[in-house]
C-alpha cells in the first residue's frame, strides 16, 4: 500500500473561499504530482516537481499555485475557489531513473465541489 | 500528436467470466507502458509495467500483453470477481525527454455482475 496521504478526503465550499489540499508521502520520493479528474475523463497534469523548491506547471492550465518546501509536502492552494474548481483532485509521487519516470504511487484524492 | 486510446469505454461482465480490455498509442519514442487500476472514490494502482523487448506479464489474474510494432496492448482478466470493478487505465511513457513524459488514456470502466 502506498505511502501517500491526502487531506481533505472531500471539500464543499462557497465560491471566493480560499482552500488548500494537502498531501504528504513518507518514500521520500523526489517527483511529485497533482492531477485533476473528471468523470469518465483522463488525468491531467496541474503541476508537478522535481524536488525542494522545484515546482512546474503542468499540461492543463489551473489558477491553483503549489509549493514544495519539503520533500515529503506538497500543497496545492486555490486562493479563491469558483464552480468551475470543481472536480477530483489527486497527488502522487515516483522516483525517476535514466529519464524515465517510475511507478506513480497516487493519495486517494479529494473530491473538491465549490458551490 | 501522442495520444492513448482506450476501448471499450465500458463493460459489463458476469463474475467468473474473462474480458479483455485494449490500449492504442501513437507515443514516440516509447519507453513503457503500464496499467492502472482505479477503484471508485480512490486513486490509481499499478498493476503491470511492459517496457519495449516484452511481450506478456502476469500478475495473478491479470496478463498484459504488448504489440510494440503495433503499439497495441491488452489487459486481459481472468475468472473475474466483483472486486475487479474498477476502472482500468492505461499510461504510456515516452523517452523523447529528460521528464518521462506520462500520456493517460481515458479508462475502461468495467463492472462485474454476480
Known amino acids: 500500500e502506498a505511502d501517500i496521504y491526502q487531506t481533505p478526503r472531500y471539500l464543499v465550499i462557497g465560491t471566493g473561499k480560499k482552500i488548500t489540499l494537502e498531501c504528504s508521502q513518507t518514500m521520500g520520493h523526489d517527483k511529485m504530482y497533482w492531477y485533476q479528474q473528471d468523470p469518465g475523463m483522463e488525468l491531467h497534469l496541474i503541476h508537478y516537481?522535481?524536488?525542494?523548491?522545484?515546482?512546474e506547471k503542468g499540461d492543463l492550465s489551473s489558477e491553483s499555485t503549489v509549493s514544495r518546501i519539503r520533500t515529503e509536502h506538497f500543497p496545492l492552494t486555490l486562493e479563491s475557489a469558483r464552480p468551475s474548481h470543481t472536480s477530483q483532485y489527486l497527488c502522487?509521487?515516483?522516483?525517476?531513473?535514466?529519464?524515465?519516470?517510475?511507478?506513480?504511487?497516487f493519495g486517494e484524492g479529494s473530491r473538491l465541489t465549490v458551490l | 500528436k501522442n495520444q492513448v486510446e482506450q476501448s471499450p469505454q465500458s463493460l459489463i461482465i458476469l463474475e467468473g467470466k474473462n474480458c479483455t480490455l485494449q490500449?492504442?498509442?501513437?507515443?514516440?519514442?516509447?519507453?513503457?507502458l503500464r496499467w492502472y487500476k482505479q477503484d471508485t472514490g480512490r486513486g490509481p494502482v499499478s498493476l503491470t509495467i511492459?517496457?519495449?523487448?516484452?511481450n506478456t506479464k502476469s500478475n495473478g489474474r491479470y496478463t498484459a500483453t504488448l504489440d510494440a510494432d503495433t503499439k497495441q496492448s491488452s489487459l486481459h482478466i481472468t475468472a473475474s470477481q466483483l472486486s475487479d470493478s474498477a476502472s482500468y487505465i492505461c499510461?504510456?511513457?515516452?523517452?523523447?525527454?529528460?521528464?518521462?513524459?506520462?500520456?493517460f488514456g481515458r479508462g475502461t470502466q468495467l463492472t462485474v455482475w454476480p
Open positions: 502522487a509521487s515516483s522516483v525517476v531513473a535514466g529519464g524515465n519516470t517510475g511507478e506513480l504511487f
Open positions: 511492459m517496457t519495449f523487448s516484452e
Open positions: 490500449c492504442n498509442y501513437t507515443v514516440s519514442p516509447f519507453s513503457n
Open positions: 499510461v504510456v511513457s515516452d523517452r523523447g525527454s529528460t521528464l518521462g513524459r506520462l500520456y
Open positions: 516537481s522535481y524536488g525542494v523548491n522545484s515546482t
